[in-house]
Nanobody
Framework: VQLQASGGGLVQAGGSLRLSCAASGRTFSDYSVGWFRQAPGKEREFVAAIRGSFGSTRYADSVKGRHTISRDNAKNTVYLQMNSLKPEDTAVYYC???????????????????WGQGTLVTVSS
């Protein structure tokens, strides 16, 4: 699976952005997809994930209620709608895909085999 993340940019605090993760190469609906982010000097951290077959979702506590992950398997695309953005949301955002559907693993970097190139989100105060 090849992944292409897009949609990052500069936004003021309180604003919104929608990130897209376009996939190609394999049957996309077989894969769970996660969004992770990495701020300067920090480790990559889990943001949200969506499973392939049933579309169930999970979020990090830091974004719950503000961000929404969704997928359109017909378009081979996963979205991350980010609302009420805060300066602490500033990071490079990566999408990743895995055949795993086990929630205990889907929040971890090591569960994902395929990664996109990242898109920068900058939230100004």
């Amino acid at each position: 699976v090849q992944l292409q993340a897009s949609g990052g940019g500069l936004v003021q605090a309180g604003g919104s952005l929608r990130l897209s993760c376009a996939a190609s190469g394999r049957t996309f609906s077989d894969y769970s997809v996660g969004w992770f982010r990495q701020a300067p000097g920090k480790e990559r951290e889990f943001v949200a994930a969506i499973r392939g077959s049933f579309g169930s979702t999970r979020y990090a506590d830091s974004v719950k209620g503000r961000h929404t992950i969704s997928r359109d398997n017909a378009k081979n695309t996963v979205y991350l709608q980010m609302n009420s953005l805060k300066p602490e949301d500033t990071a490079v955002y990566y999408c990743a895909a895995t055949r795993s559907a086990i929630w205990s693993t889907l929040t971890t970097v090591s569960a994902y085999f395929f990664w996109g190139q990242g898109t920068l989100v900058t939230v100004s105060s």
